[in-house]
């Protein structure tokens, strides 16, 4: 077989067969087919697409690529949460612990951030001496001991997306729908748990910018794992604007606790038990969504969550008295509060751009070799559809560097204000 005619055949939008699609994820893993070769392929799927089966063979072919985790030694349905990406994006902090005090077995792989997205990993690095790289034994062990762990992603999970995901990164082919769909599918198949919640993001801050495209991703993703016999859902949830109020590292760790605490942003709260009741009712721990939620209600305003939280940063060496001192994690230099320059309401907080100022500020990488800065970020004081009067309070700023012209502009450009609007719908489908 010939790498050149395989990429013909999808440039003329034509459907690859089973062998071609293993030729290309085997030659591309181990190094025969060039980057060269791949990027013109990556390409002509951008434009052409494929069909539900070339996508499920491509993520099949990908999970198996590597090491395929086995956690049949863990008691218990294992459910997995993936998002696709979010700004400000605080659940997995607070669902971890949160479903995992009810029972339910939560043996996370997490990522670190990208571009503008911020990572579950980078974030929990905020918590001195928290260990994210554990070996896979200990991993499987604080699962059934304590019902949670999070780690990294293992070296070798999904080897064949780890070099194509680099590869998409800097030849303008990631946002395309059987990319994706493959790219995520592979490495929750290759984690090896047993039902997999998704929620897929949509809006300005989304790699899905409207509806309809979120609405297909959601749609092949939950196919897919389904023919890879692990239960699979989607919750097609809002990122027009950012998730809670802080965007950063330590501040998302405190803003995590603060929910934990039954006192977080409302949005991040009810996206916490949107998704948990799915996960609870798929390891069958409660008949229905309503009971679902209520036994996580009850964790959460008991206090169990709270303490689940604690147990697991203490489990991977970190400091669990940051949960009632916050300011162990160390505090930025310079902290600004940003006043609204006229009154009205929130329009819009546009996503996308928050997180570039965070990441300016050194919350996230510019380039894969920066140092991430876990004191800085960015709070809002007020979400879309809130009522704000001259001078109040709209965003502080938490910085290391005393001149913050450039992000204190990003930020006043991308909060509108305006008219009276509507809050946004957070749930948008639930995809079974
Ligand atoms: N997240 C992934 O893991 N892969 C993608 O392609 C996009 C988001
Ligand atoms: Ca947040």
Redesign the pocket.
Known sequence: MRMVDVIEKKRNGKSLTTEEIEFLVKGYTNGDIPDYQMSALLMAIFYQDMTDTEITNLTLNMANSGDVIDLASITGIKVDKHS??GVGDTTTLVLAPLVASVGVPVAKMS?RG?GHTGGTIDKLEAIPGFQVEIPNEQFIRLVNESQVAVTGQSGNLAPA?KKL?AL?DVTAT?DSIP??AS??MS?KIAAGADAIVLDVTTGDGA?MKNIEDATRLAETMVRIGKLAGRQTMAVISDMSQPLGEAIGNSIEIEEAINTLKGQGPKDLEEMVFVLGSQMVVLAKKAETLEEARQLLEEALHSGKALAKFKEMIENQGGDPSVVDQPEKMGTAKYVTVLPAKESGYIRNIHAENVGIAAMLLGAGRKTKEDVIDYTVGVKLHKKVGMAVEQGEPLVTVYANTEDITEVEQLLYNNIEIGEEVAEPVLVRKIIT
């Open positions: 696709t990406g990522g990208l997306d995901y998409r990631v990319l994706i790219s995520i490495k790699f």
